[in-house]
């Protein structure tokens, strides 16, 4: 369960690439979710980097969410809370950054997918990138996610994603609803797209990237207790038999 990888990368112009990579659809255990947190905090306080890029790996799944196998082998709240939290570190990592984050979704962003790809400040995506929060599904709810997808979509599309929890949005909804900045037609131009606007951010002066940084996530401050809140709500509803069948109902498919 705690297969996967997280890896940087920085060049000497200063952009800093972070990727993260599971074998099951690039979803996100425990271990992986806290690695990819604490690599996101170490990176924007480096020196060397003025700007981030924040991608997964593959081609078809920019993240799947939650792994079904952690969340199935969950015993107590304790561990419900743990394991939810690791989304918040994540989502309260990429805010707290003092360098903007790029964000490059390449295929569809799933439950924690899409609050992955909303905590970036500027998000690219392919047309292929549909999004869909399926956590109602399974008996839970996108409670960990759902303050930064609706920061970025705005509460009336955020309950459509939420409620209509089985069906995708095609990535031009996404687009729409300001999930993401601009769509591109292959994973070419969107490699491209990304490093030319990457490059001229790591131009601009890095201190009035870091105001202006402060400035887009006003009124967040209150989201370090707020997440581990949601998690917890989160945490003690995957307890639920309801929830239990409902997860290995999905997974058998």
Request: aromatic share 8%.
């Amino acid at each position: 369960m705690t297969t996967g990888t997280v890896t940087t990368h920085t060049t000497p112009e200063g952009i800093s690439t972070i990727r993260f990579f599971h074998p099951s659809h690039n979803s996100l255990p425990g271990a992986l979710l806290t690695q990819l947190a604490a690599t996101i905090t170490q990176t924007a306080q480096d020196e060397a980097t003025k700007v981030i890029i924040l991608e997964s790996e593959g081609e078809k799944t920019f993240c799947a969410g939650a792994s079904f196998d952690e969340l199935i082998a969950i015993e107590d709240a304790a561990q419900g809370l743990e394991f939810f939290s690791g989304f918040a570190k994540v989502i309260n990592a990429c805010r707290t950054s003092p360098k903007i984050i790029i964000g490059r979704v390449q295929g569809k962003a799933i439950g924690g997918g899409v609050g992955v790809a909303a905590a970036t400040d500027y998000c690219f995506a392919t047309s292929n990138a549909s999004v869909k929060l399926s956590e109602l599904v399974v008996g839970i709810g996108p409670f960990v996610v759902g303050p930064a997808v609706e920061r970025k979509i705005g509460t009336a599309a955020f309950a459509q994603l939420a409620l209509d929890a089985g069906e995708f949005r095609p990535a031009e909804w996404a687009l729409q609803k300001g999930l993401y900045a601009e769509l591109h037609d292959s994973p070419e131009a969107l490699d491209a797209a990304v490093l030319t606007f990457a490059r001229k951010l790591a131009a601009y002066n890095p201190e009035a990237l870091t105001y202006l940084k402060r400035v887009i996530w006003q009124g967040t401050d209150h989201w370090d207790t707020l997440l581990p809140e949601r998690a917890a709500i989160s945490g003690r509803l995957v307890l639920s038999d309801f929830t239990r069948d409902a997860i290995r109902q999905f997974k058998s498919r």
